[in-house]
């Protein structure tokens, strides 16, 4: 089976901040999940780099657009390759495969006869690079996100008969049944987009005449097209379109476009319309996680208040810095974060309760068993009931893309072995039954095991390192693998008696602020 996700295609004036990796991340750590699971993953990313905004950056900054795209778009990457992210394709707006992309749809959507020209006025955002009626201003007159009042623009553009799709869009939003179903999640926002179809549809402008920096329109070279219909084409171009017929045809639908609320009109609305205008199908999915805010304030690189990807691997490391981007809030709503809500929760989850587990652990083994897995009778009952409680709340968490519920759950398991230790206080059995205490250092080690594997998606490199810690033979991935098919814990657990215990150096030092 296969498995399409894609995050949004972020803008290069900025540069990337823990805004960009939270979707990112959330991202990767459901592509890992699913391939764990043995789908065929097709995970994209990219970086949108035409319109107003970029000309205008790049204006600034003293560089040609082009030179400003190459410079900004390798930072989304170094900043992808930092934070381990296993995109399978990274699309960039300026190649030439995407202006093939963009073509095709383009001009079949002129052919339908979804295009006409028309003489225009609106207040334009280049901010948002949209257009906005009054009545979605706020009381000053200003965008919602940008705070800037909108400039008139008036000119003769290409408009797309938006309008005409409300009827096709509201069946397949509201039908769950029909088989183009596009699902929006979370519930509040599907409402709310489906609230705003209810009221109408107005066409929406497809082509900018005064912005060179964009691809030409097909059908007339002197406009170029609106960067965020541009944008959207990302998610076909990705996969081959319209050049590699196999490869679209296998990955297409998307089943999840994942993003923020501030771009879901434009994913569920007119990138669906679009679709369904050039007689594709509609993406599975489209899932907005809500917005943060940095101590109660915007983001922004003008406030000098943004968090770098760097900024955080340096504090916590890649892995955990991973894990707290995603766990911090949970994943839907708004929420606000802050150093010091990141170092908690560090200290919490990761050096409090997942490092003593390990460490406790290896040190019991070491210090009674010169660092090999115990030799007793295969003792899973413990593994069993942490496999138990994250097949129940781990996996159906991850599937529903609500990944804080996911990371709850680990640490509920990694909370139920540290209580088991507790309870057994192996310090005291070694002074009165060895052979119990042998039970139960391996039955820590089996449960540690099947944590290592739930944590992959989430820590890829540490789960590996946790893996060899606890002396467990193979390779985690093949293991995961086999075991979230067919969900058997070997007889003999994972870490084999016997085997040879791995130490390391501490895993999760504790942070200070
Ligand atoms: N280029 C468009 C997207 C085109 S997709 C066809 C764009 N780019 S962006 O650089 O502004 O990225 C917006 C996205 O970045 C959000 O939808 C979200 O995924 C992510 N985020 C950026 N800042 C964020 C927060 N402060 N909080 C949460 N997500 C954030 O829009």
């Keep these: ?149 909108p400039v008139l623009q008036s000119e003769e553009n290409y408009f797309f008969k938006l309008s005409s799709f409300q009827g096709s869009l ?12 596009i699902d929006i999640q979370p519930e509040e926002r599907r409402n709310e987009i489906i609230g705003k179809l209810k009221l109408g549809l107005e066409d929406v402008s497809f082509s900018r005449s005064a912005i060179e920096w964009g691809i030409p329109l097909p059908f007339d070279k002197k406009q170029t097209v609106y960067v965020w219909i541009d944008a959207l084409i990302n998610y076909v171009t990705g996969i081959g379109y319209p050049v590699d017929e196999t490869k679209f045809q296998k990955f297409w639908p998307a089943d999840v476009h994942l993003m923020a609320k501030d771009i879901l009109w434009f994913h569920s609305v007119i990138w669906s319309a679009i679709l369904i205008g050039a007689d594709l199908p509609l993406p599975k999915k489209v899932y907005s996680h809500g917005f943060f805010t940095l101590n109660g304030n915007k983001m922004s690189k003008s406030l000098g208040n943004v968090i770098s990807p760097k900024e955080l691997v340096d504090k916590y490391g890649v892995d955990a810095a991973r894990y707290l981007t995603v766990t911090l809030i949970p994943f839907g709503p708004d929420g606000d974060i802050s150093w010091q809500g990141l170092t908690l929760k560090y200290n919490t989850d990761l050096a409090n309760n997942l490092g003593n587990l390990i460490s406790r652990t290896i040190k019991m083994a070491e210090k009674y068993f010169d660092l090999l ?55 005291k059995l070694a002074r009165t039954d060895m052979v119990k205490l042998a039970t139960c250092i391996y039955s820590y080690l089996q449960a540690t095991d099947i944590i290592a594997m739930h944590l992959l998606p989430f820590m890829p490199t540490l789960s590996e390192e946790i893996w060899r810690i606890t002396g467990a033979t193979g390779s985690i991935i093949e293991t995961a693998k086999k075991y979230f098919t067919d969900r058997i814990i070997p007889e003999t657990g994972f870490s084999v008696a016997g085997s040879q215990l791995r130490v390391s150096g501490i895993l999760f030092p504790r942070v200070t602020e």
Excluded at 23 to 48: E, M, P, S
Excluded at 405 to 413: I, P, T
């Design 170 to 181: 509201l069946e397949r939003i509201t039908d769950k049944n029909h088989k183009e179903h």
């Design 373 to 427: 897995v115990p030799q007793t009778t295969p003792n899973l009952w413990l593994a069993k009931n942490v496999a138990t409680l994250l097949q129940e709340s781990f996996a159906p968490n991850m599937d529903n893309i609500q990944l804080h519920k996911a990371a709850e759950s680990l640490q509920n398991a990694i909370t139920l072995v540290n209580k088991q230790i507790e309870t057994d206080a192996p310090w």
């Design 1 to 149: 089976m296969k498995f399409y996700i894609t995050t949004p295609i972020y803008y290069v004036n900025d540069i990337p901040h823990v805004g960009h990796s939270y979707t990112t991340i959330a991202a990767d750590i459901l592509a890992r999940w699913k391939r764990l699971n043995n789908y065929d993953v097709f995970f994209l990313t990219g970086t949108d780099e035409h319109g107003a905004k970029i000309v205008a950056a790049a204006k600034e900054k003293g560089k040609t657009a082009l030179e400003l795209c190459d410079e900004m778009s390798a930072k989304f990457r170094e900043a992808w390759d930092l934070l381990n992210i296993s995109n399978t394709d990274f699309v960039r707006t300026t190649e030439q495969r995407h202006v093939l992309a963009v073509d095709k749809v383009v001009q079949t959507l002129f052919d339908k006869g979804f295009i006409f020209s028309r003489k225009y006025e609106g207040l334009y955002c280049v901010g948002c690079e949209r257009f906005y009626a009054q009545k979605d201003l706020d009381e000053n007159g200003c965008c919602h996100f940008h705070k800037t009042k």
